[in-house]
Structure formats: structure tokens, C-alpha cells
């Protein structure tokens, strides 16, 4: 189970300015370069976690960050 956080348009300093917020509030991340119809974007992930619960836990802190989130079965 994972965390997405955003998928950005191909905009790396964002993808990263993302990544510097999570990994700041103590999360671990990825990223994931995948095209889609609107254009290339960089999914930027966290996890991966044991539980759904931990998911939802870190989603809850991600939402305190102000970020988009959604908890997925990965």
C-alpha cells in the first residue's frame, strides 16, 4: 500500500520542492516519470507501508502539508 501524492505536470522543480515537504515531515518518497494523455508527469509517491492504516496515517500528515493525496493498493 502507497501513498500518491501529486502527478505533476513534467515540471521536475516541483516534483522536488514536493519531495523536499515530505521527506522534511519525516516521509520516504519516490517518483514515477509516466505519460498520460495530458502530457508527460512525475507521480511523486510515498510509502511503501505494511497496512492500509499506516497509509492512511501518512496521508493524514500529507494533508496537513497541504498536499493532494490518495492512498493506493500498489
Given at each position: 500500500?502507497?501513498?500518491?501524492?501529486?502527478?505533476?505536470?513534467?515540471?521536475?522543480?516541483?516534483?522536488?520542492e514536493a519531495r523536499s515537504k515530505l521527506e522534511n515531515a519525516g516521509?520516504?518518497?519516490?517518483?514515477?516519470?509516466?505519460?498520460?494523455?495530458?502530457?508527460?508527469?512525475?507521480?511523486?509517491?510515498?510509502?511503501?507501508?505494511?497496512?492500509?492504516?499506516?497509509?492512511?496515517?501518512?496521508?493524514?500528515?500529507?494533508?496537513?502539508?497541504?498536499?493532494?493525496?490518495?492512498?493506493?493498493?500498489?
Open positions: 500500500t502507497g501513498v500518491q501524492t501529486c502527478a505533476l505536470p513534467i515540471y521536475a522543480a516541483k516534483a522536488k516521509l520516504k518518497t519516490y517518483t514515477q516519470e509516466v505519460d498520460t494523455k495530458e502530457g508527460k508527469r512525475i507521480r511523486v509517491r510515498v510509502g511503501p507501508f505494511a497496512t492500509k492504516e499506516e497509509a492512511d496515517k501518512a496521508a493524514e500528515k500529507i494533508r496537513k502539508l497541504n498536499l493532494p493525496t490518495s492512498v493506493l493498493k500498489l
